[in-house]
DNA sequence: TTTTTTTTTAGAACATTGTTCATTAAAAAA
DNA sequence: TTTTTTAATGAACAATGTTCTAAAAAAAAA
């Protein structure tokens, strides 16, 4: 009898539901104007119910923000078209930086929010894997960049670190509306202007 | 009669209260947590006397978030003691990141939260003067490495945008938590060690 | 000193929020 | 059909920011 089979696929297409209508909803409103009553409503079911497949609130955003880096890291991949390693730095520091600017609320969810680690605390994982996996991704590309001389020979792990706090900082200033009335040209243009620089600066001249 | 004076006076300090007590608990347990309820009860004041000195939480934070950015320009100023802008710059770097380490909570709502600029959106002030006021002061140290030809000549606003970035974003991705559990040397060091690194690529070699 | 006016403070109330828990409805198994 | 397991609900709780009306206190006027 696939009586079972069918439940399990029932309870899934409502957990997934959930997580399709609370993404919509945060994307249009942000973070504490999605409520669990607002999500129970669209997916027509009692806020309790909602309880049933998610903890809580976190949860339902960790799992966004898990999804979330699966996209950006299918996204990254597309640097391994170039054969040189510095082209691959630069393009991942691209589509890093397209990716956060086309999806800010997502990128604020992956990387500033308190939710998703409130989670991750909440488990007793030791590990962030999606943060994990993102940057030594990050890290073996700068290592091939390190072993053809084409970057100077420092510390891999800092070097990793300062690159995507670089593009990190280049986008969450605009993000975050901390770049917008100090006489700044519009956040495109400037990130794209320093993103340039640092590229140079970066190369072994 | 000096009646209205002590008025005046008295109601400036209820007002300063006010601030000292909700910047006590902020640092103590966060925005979210610092509620009006519980300032108005460290203070001995009902919920809605806090409404007579301020429009609403947001302002008080907003308030909170200026004086934090004197504190750190005063802080900044210290990079004066060097002569050369070279060691000026670096000196700001490092103080940047020192205060934005000690006061993660102030830095966060100096130029992460969202209820500073909410408020300055209510306001409509053209500008941020309290941001602007910092960058320029960075702006104006970075065009004197230039004049000096410490460092390579690009366009002085892309490469102070890109300076901030950096160090932003280094104190951030600690700060938020996602430089944990993904198998990296502790902040202070690895933040050390990346500015070390920038450090290098700015200077002309 | 007494009365009037102004200012300050408080208290109750409102609409929301995340979350829990006992109860009901529904479905599956016996 | 009856029993058992599962799913779903609705009411309730404590807490939040904020508003509004009434009371208390202080100052000004008489």
Redesign the interface.
């Known amino acids: 009898m696939g009586v079972s089979e069918r439940r399990i696929r029932e309870r899934l297409d409502t957990r997934q539901s959930i997580l399709a209508v609370a993404r919509e909803l945060f994307l249009l409103k942000g973070f504490e104007a999605t409520t669990i009553r607002n999500i129970a409503e669209k997916i027509e079911y009692s806020p309790s119910t909602i309880y049933q497949h998610f903890k809580d609130k976190n949860e339902i955003f960790y799992t966004i923000h898990s999804e979330a880096f699966a996209e950006l890291v299918r996204y990254l991949n597309a640097s391994e078209m170039h054969k040189n390693p510095m082209d691959q730095l630069i393009a991942l520091g691209q589509i890093y930086v397209q990716f956060a600017m086309e999806n800010p609320e997502l990128y604020d969810l992956m990387?500033?929010?308190?939710a998703p680690?409130d989670f991750?605390n909440y488990l007793e994982?030791?590990?962030?894997i999606e943060?994990?996996t993102a940057?030594d991704y990050l890290r073996s590309i700068i290592a091939n960049c390190i072993k053809q001389g084409l970057i100077?020979e420092?510390?891999l792990?800092?070097?990793s670190?300062?690159v995507?706090?670089?593009?990190?900082?280049?986008v969450?200033?605009s993000i975050?509306?901390?770049?917008?009335?100090?006489?700044?040209?519009d956040p495109d243009t400037?990130?794209q202007?320093?993103f340039?620089?640092?590229s140079?600066?970066?190369i072994k001249?």
């Not at 990387?111 to 308190?114: C, G, K, P, T, V």
């Not at 994982?125 to 962030?128: A, F, G, L, Q, V």
């Not at 995507?164 to 280049?170: A, E, K």
């Open positions: 990387f500033i929010m308190e680690i991750l994982d030791t590990n962030w943060g994990k940057f100077i420092t510390d792990e800092s070097l670190y300062l995507w706090s670089t593009v990190h900082g280049l969450t200033i975050k509306k901390r770049g917008l009335r100090i006489g700044l040209s400037i990130i202007r320093s340039a620089i640092f140079h600066l970066l001249s």
